[in-house]
């Protein structure tokens, strides 16, 4: 079927009670596989690419291979910018034709975090594109992207003025996740999470869950998380897979031979995750 945008995704998920995973994809081969985990679960799909990965190819590249995989499909797919930087980059990839929208002010402060995420929310609207934004600051690092100084956590009378004042339609909360790998076992603020519920309607998002115990993950679900986004452990996956083949056979040349052992190990971590997110079945 045709990309489809976030809107009915969360309405649905917000209403079933669970979350869609959105799954970073940095080749063919991960599109190709997170696709096939869907369509055996039958579960609803983000792809989703961060702005070092959109410079590594381009976007136009990465949403051709996801158009495609989403039409060869059967279940719903949208096409997410992941911490659109800037509003420029926002545009082009509303322009591009990316489904889903997120832009990252998280590192200005309160009023210049509302304003440009007020612009692109208003770029987005007549096209009926969803915006996601994101207040607090996810820690670690990831790509290019780095958590900030001071208190990172999500302030929810903030949170509650920051939806009204730019009209998003998802946020991003920062609740104690961080991006890339974590040094221990990471711990959730879910005290705080209930409080954001408690002044937010809208969908919440969970940024860094790649290493997060699946309990945590899925008690954030329930407390109002819509989407949980995947992307460490998705090139862990693919990497080990590719690099076992390699151990295994060093001499072989054909890409297609150990790309095909990176993309079972991505199906298989895919499947894992939408079964955390409680997404298998709603397609």
């Given at each position: 079927m045709p990309l489809v945008t976030t809107e009915k995704m969360f309405a649905d998920a917000q209403a079933g009670h669970y979350a869609v995973g959105a799954f970073?994809?940095?080749?063919?081969?991960?599109?190709?596989?997170?696709?096939?985990?869907?369509?055996?679960?039958?579960?609803?799909?983000?792809?989703q690419t961060t702005p070092s990965t959109v410079k590594y190819a381009g976007l136009d590249y990465y949403l051709a291979m996801v158009r495609v995989a989403a039409e060869r499909a059967t279940v719903p797919v949208a096409m997410h910018l992941d911490h659109g930087e800037s509003f420029d980059l926002a545009m082009?990839?509303?322009?591009?034709?990316?489904?889903?929208?997120?832009?990252?002010?998280?590192?200005?402060?309160?009023?210049?975090?509302?304003?440009?995420?007020?612009?692109?929310?208003?770029?987005c609207a007549p096209s009926h594109i969803s915006v996601e934004a994101e207040l607090g600051k996810v820690g670690g690092k990831e790509d290019?992207?780095?958590?900030?100084?001071?208190?990172?956590?999500?302030?929810?009378?903030?949170?509650?003025?920051?939806?009204?004042?730019?009209?998003?339609?998802?946020?991003?909360?920062?609740?104690?996740t961080a991006h890339g790998l974590y040094k221990g076992t990471p711990k959730l603020e879910f005290d705080l999470l209930r409080e954001i519920r408690k002044v937010v309607s809208i969908p919440l998002v969970l940024h860094g869950a790649s290493g997060v115990p699946d309990d945590a993950v899925r008690q954030a679900i329930e407390l109002?998380?819509?989407?949980?986004?995947?992307?460490?452990?998705?090139?862990?996956a693919y990497s080990d897979g590719v690099k076992a083949y390699l151990?295994?056979?060093?001499?072989?040349?054909?890409?297609?031979?150990?790309?095909k052992a990176g993309i079972a190990n991505v199906v298989e971590t895919v499947k894992a995750k939408i079964a955390v997110c409680?997404?298998?079945g709603k397609a």
């Open positions: 970073n994809v940095e080749n063919m081969e991960m599109v190709m596989a997170v696709v096939r985990a869907a369509e055996e679960l039958r579960a609803p799909v983000i792809m082009q990839a509303l322009r591009t034709g990316y489904t889903s929208i997120m832009i990252d002010g998280s590192h200005e402060s309160f009023e210049d975090n509302i304003a440009v995420t007020r612009r692109v929310v208003d770029a290019d992207l780095e958590g900030g100084d001071g208190n990172p956590f999500t302030d929810p009378q903030q949170a509650k003025e920051f939806v009204e004042r730019t009209g998003v339609n998802s946020l991003a909360v920062a609740i104690g109002g998380i819509c989407k949980v986004n995947f992307a460490t452990e998705l090139r862990i151990q295994q056979d060093p001499n072989v040349f054909d890409p297609k031979k150990y790309g409680g997404s298998a």
